[in-house]
């Protein structure tokens, strides 16, 4: 005998509204009570960085929200696709205010799981129309990203590299450029008014001077440059490549200490499993009337989610290049001057 219990109510035309919470809130809860579950440590198991929770607890959201309101009635195709939103931005909301998510990874994350949540309504939405077992494919919906955070860190974790590049025209001579690039002090907020990626969440750069060391394996340059940032953050650039008034790079190194717990969301550490600064290079070339400053960073995304992780990246490196760019360009003019009038 076929069990009917998931049959919705006899069709009765509505549209989206959201004065009847209960769907919204029974969504959010089960994402919620999944975001808790995937709190593993990284590249371990339940980590909320695995594609298990990326893809599939959003879709669960939605999917939730439209059982629980098709249970009531009959909804229709533009509730299937819209209401998942909401359930998603209450799951977010609930991440961050218990303090499991932090802002820079709610923030990215957030257009993902909107899209995702969509999916799994619309795909309840159609389970709930053609059959009459919805709450058998719900509990599917359940029990998937729980058996694939225990079997994905065992998969081999793809490796993506990338670079971000931008130039900018400095009405300064070269060596002005390259001394404003080695001797950053006194970095002020509205310096780098251009960077939105600081007003997420991501901590301010306030100075950065290269310094002399002894010649070794790790500083084949003989240089350092020491790189402090707001909320505590400090690390070091092992300079690979010196070239006065003409370039200059250095390789990124992160130590135990480098970001204290909460400067960023925790994680997603630089240098960490899932993405790792590697290299950033300027070089200086001569032009009309000044120099052209040229940035390249390149970085490292290892995730089962490589396209949006490596393409959210490139946007707030993309940003911060550009910004930081903006900056050097404001130093180095002044620098100029100051010295055209000594």
């Avoid at 009635?73 to 931005?89: E, I």
């Avoid at 977010?92 to 999916?119: D, K, N, Q, R, Y």
């Avoid at 251009?194 to 240089?223: C, K, M, N, Q």
């Avoid at 990124?252 to 899932?274: E, K, N, T």
Wanted: charged content about 20%.
């Amino acid at each position: 005998m076929n069990d009917t219990t998931d049959l919705p109510q006899p069709a009765q035309s509505r549209t989206l509204a959201f004065s009847g919470w209960y769907p919204y809130l029974m969504g959010a809860a089960v994402g919620l009570g999944l975001r808790l579950v995937f709190s593993g440590s990284p590249g371990g198991r339940y980590s909320a960085m695995l594609a298990a929770f990326i893809y599939l607890a959003p879709a669960l959201c939605g999917a939730v929200t439209v059982y629980v309101a098709e249970r009531r009635a009959r909804r229709g195709w533009r509730y299937y696709l819209f209401a998942p939103w909401l359930s998603t931005a209450l799951m977010v909301a609930g991440a961050l205010t218990i303090l499991v998510e932090g802002w820079i990874c709610a923030i990215v994350i957030f257009p993902l799981f909107m899209l995702l949540g969509s999916v799994g309504g619309l795909l309840m939405g159609l389970l709930c129309r053609l059959t009459r077992w919805p709450r058998h494919a719900l509990h599917g919906f359940a029990v998937l990203p729980l058996a694939l955070g225990m079997v994905e860190p065992d998969l081999p974790n793809p490796v993506a590299r990338s670079q971000a590049s931008h130039a900018t025209f400095i009405a300064a001579p070269p060596d002005s450029v390259w001394e404003a690039l080695n001797d950053v002090r006194g970095i002020r907020e509205e310096e780098l008014a251009g960077v939105w990626a600081y007003r997420i969440g991501v901590p301010r750069p306030l100075e950065s001077i290269t310094e002399t060391v002894a010649l070794g394996p790790d500083t084949p340059a003989g240089r350092i440059r020491r790189m402090q940032w707001d909320r505590g953050v400090r690390f070091d650039g092992l300079v690979t490549t010196w070239q006065p008034g003409r370039e200059l790079a250095w390789r990124y190194r992160f130590g135990p200490g480098s970001v204290p717990p909460g400067a960023l969301d925790d994680h997603v550490q630089v240098g960490g499993h899932y993405f790792d600064l590697n290299e950033t290079r300027f070089t200086l070339t001569p032009r009309d009337g000044g120099t052209e400053l040229r940035i390249d960073v390149h970085w490292r995304t290892s995730t089962h989610f490589n396209w949006y992780a490596n393409a959210a990246a490139r946007l707030l490196i993309g940003n911060f290049t550009e910004g930081i760019l903006d900056f050097y360009k404001a130093r180095a003019e002044q620098l100029a001057l100051e010295d055209g009038q000594r």
